[in-house]
Nanobody
C-alpha cells in the first residue's frame, strides 16, 4: 500500500506564488515517474508536469516558464513551485507516482487563483 500526502494548496491572487508538496510513503520499492495533474470544474484531468527518476521533466505548454517540478528521491517527495499564477490555473491539483507497474494518486489539493 502506498500513501500520497499533498500539501501547499490555497487561495492566492493572480501573479502570486504557491508551492505544492507530495510525500509518498508505504510499500515503495522503485519510484519512477512523479508528477502533478489538475482538474478544473467541468473539465478533464490534465497533465501539469512530470519528472522521471533521472530528472527529466515534461510540462504542459501553458505552465512552461511559470511552474517548476522537482523531487527529493531520498524523501520520496515531489514539489511543484508555481509562480505568476493565473485564474485559469484554478483547479484541484493531484499528485501521481508510478512505482513499478502501479500508478498511485493523491487526494488532491485545491488551488484557487483570484483575479
Amino acid at each position: 500500500q502506498v500513501q500520497l500526502v499533498e500539501s501547499g494548496g490555497g487561495l492566492v491572487q493572480a501573479g502570486g506564488s504557491l508551492r505544492l508538496s507530495c510525500a509518498a510513503s508505504g510499500s515503495i520499492f522503485s519510484i519512477n515517474i512523479m508528477g502533478w495533474y489538475r482538474q478544473a470544474p467541468g473539465k478533464q484531468r490534465e497533465l501539469v508536469a512530470v519528472i522521471s527518476s533521472g530528472g527529466t521533466t515534461t510540462y504542459r505548454d501553458s505552465v512552461k516558464g511559470r511552474f517548476t517540478i522537482s523531487r527529493d528521491n531520498a524523501k520520496n517527495t515531489v514539489y511543484l513551485q508555481m509562480i505568476s499564477l493565473k485564474p485559469e490555473d484554478t483547479a484541484v491539483y493531484y499528485c501521481t507516482v508510478v512505482a513499478g507497474p502501479d500508478n498511485y494518486w493523491g487526494q488532491g489539493t485545491q488551488v484557487t487563483v483570484s483575479s
